[in-house]
Every structure is written in C-alpha cells, then in structure tokens.
C-alpha cells in the first residue's frame, strides 16, 4: 500500500495512493495541544512471527477522523522479524496526488519492544495504518479508523511468498536502484473474486469480440497475467484499425480504457475499471502500471 511507494493513467475511477502532510505548527506541538480523545475501531491486522503493533491512544485536533484533521497515535510494539525496521503512521487514500511525508510520522526501531508517538496530518479522508517497513516492504501492521474508513479486508498478504522479493535480492540502501524499488513496491496477487471478465481467458474473449465487431484484425493479443490488474497488448495492420478497435472497447460494459502507451499499430493497456480494485492496493498498482505496459509494448513490437 505505502505508502507511497508513477502512473500515467486518464479516466481511473478510483485511485488509491497514501497521502501524509506535515502540518509544522500542529504536529509539532506536544500531546497537550491535541485536546481531544478520538474514538477509534481496529481494522485488518497483519504481522510476521513476534511482530505486534498496540495501539493506545488516538488523539486529534477533532474527536472525528477526517480530512484537514491532525492527530497523534501512541502505542507499543514488537518487532522480532527483523534487526531493525521504520515504524509509519500513513493514510491510504483515493487522491493521486503525492505529499510529503513528516518526520513526525515514521520512527527507527530496532528488534525487540518499545513504545511510539507518531503524528500526521490529513491531506484527505483515507484509511489510516501504523506498520513496519524493512527492505522498501511492508512487512506488518494495523488498520484503524472510524466507520466507513475503517479498512477490514485488505485483499493482499505483506508475506505471500508470490509478492515478496527474498532481501538478499534488494539493492542496498546506497543503491540508486533502491529509491525506484521503493517506490515502485511489490507485485500485486489477483483478488480470489476476480470477474471473469478480468481474468486471462476473459480479457482474450473480450478481445476476439472487439476485434469481430470492428472487422479488424488481431495481428498480435498478449495478456500479461504476472501480477493484477492484467494487462492486454494488440497490434493491428493498420493505423486505422487501432483507432476503430479502441472506440469499440469504449462501447463494451464493464471495461475502462484508462490509457495506455503504444504507437500506430501496437498498443499495451489496463482495461480493469478503478473500482474493480481490491480495497487499500491502488498505490502499489499505478506506481507499477505506466512500466508494465511499457514492458509489455516492447514484448509486441520486438516479436
């Protein structure tokens, strides 16, 4: 999720990205200046072996969790999964656009159990976490909120062995290549209630008929099911044909032709609509869409 961990996309219905403001006069304060307790519910909790996270106390500016709203989280913790690891306090939200984040909401630990103070802004209504971080990953945490931004089923695993690159793989910390791992985080594992309009064979279905409506001709259809959303490739004869081929997939229901990359007869595109994505995973997917489909474009117009 990241936390933020680029996407060039028109038309998404629905973004997930992390957003964290620093407010430099509210959240510098100490914990006497957030004069208010703020009820809370726990969401979707995950940890490694040994790890925990306990939240204590929520304090805000506001007894509501909401935008515009600063507020302050102590707890305790445990990390045994790992030497060391950054604790964060982030939000996950459905605004694009990046924040920075403050010092104030992420803190070094090291293996064994203490406590935290963390405090954040919020640049807009989100879903609101504390969690380890270690190897530019995720690696546990907790959900928290207030009724409707209370994320209870996250739909991903920070350990499915299928996301997690093993930590003898990642560049160091001194790597230039460590800043764009980060940022674009890990794979992202298909919902188990993937449509079938979304799926491989779906996707491949839905091509054939595109293209027997318009008349034209699939030179080449590839589907790159690595990870979700799956993304479809097409190469045709003639320029025309792509323009033809792209007004029909607008017309056909439950697809969403949030942009892709190509050139006048091969093109490379996510068809998945926003809302069709797992709750709390939209960062992860846009950080690694505009690349995916570059990759793929490549893999048409090299065959």
């Known amino acids: 999720m990241k936390t933020k961990y680029l996407m060039i996309a028109t038309g998404l219905t629905a973004w997930c990205a992390v957003q964290s403001l620093f407010a430099d006069d509210t959240a510098a304060k100490g914990t006497t200046d957030f004069a208010y307790t703020v009820p809370f519910e726990l969401g979707d909790t995950e940890f490694a072996s040994g790890d925990s996270i306990t939240i204590q106390e929520v304090r805000g500016t506001s007894d509501e969790i909401r935008a515009g709203g600063t507020y302050c989280v102590t707890g305790t913790y445990t990390l045994s999964s790992e030497d060391s690891a950054s604790l964060n306090f ?4 459905t605004n694009p656009v990046m924040t920075p984040v403050g010092p104030q909401q992420t803190m070094r630990v090291q293996k064994g159990a203490g406590s935290f103070r963390l405090i954040m802004r919020m640049a807009d209504p989100g879903y609101l976490h504390v969690t380890f971080y270690a190897h530019h990953h995720g690696i546990g945490g907790v959900y928290f909120g207030q009724g409707q931004w209370v994320l209870h089923h996250k739909q991903f695993s920070y350990h499915a062995e299928s996301s997690r690159p093993e930590a003898g ?7 230039p290549n460590a800043v764009l791992y980060g940022y674009l985080g890990d794979p992202v594992a298909p919902p188990a209630n993937l449509d079938a309009a979304y799926t491989k064979e779906g996707l491949i279905q ?6 027997q409506k318009t008349g034209v001709k699939l030179v080449k259809l590839e589907i790159d099911d690595s990870e979700f959303p799956y993304l479809v490739g097409v190469a045709f004869v003639t320029k025309k044909d792509t323009e033809r081929f792209k007004a029909q997939l607008k017309k056909m229901p439950g697809y969403s032709d949030t942009g892709g990359v190509g050139g006048e007869t091969t093109y490379a595109m996510n068809l998945v609509p926003g809302q069709a994505y797992p709750p709390g995973i939209g960062d992860r997917i846009d ?17």
Not at 90 to 93: D, G, I, K, S
Not at 287 to 303: A, P
Request: zero cysteines; a negative charge.
């Open 90 to 93: 982030f939000e996950t939200t």
């Open 169 to 175: 793989n990642l560049p160091s910390s001194n790597d």
């Open 287 to 303: 950080h690694r869409m505009i690349l995916r489909e570059l990759v793929l474009l490549d893999k048409l117009q090299g065959e």
């Open 206 to 211: 839905g091509m054939q008929t595109a293209a």
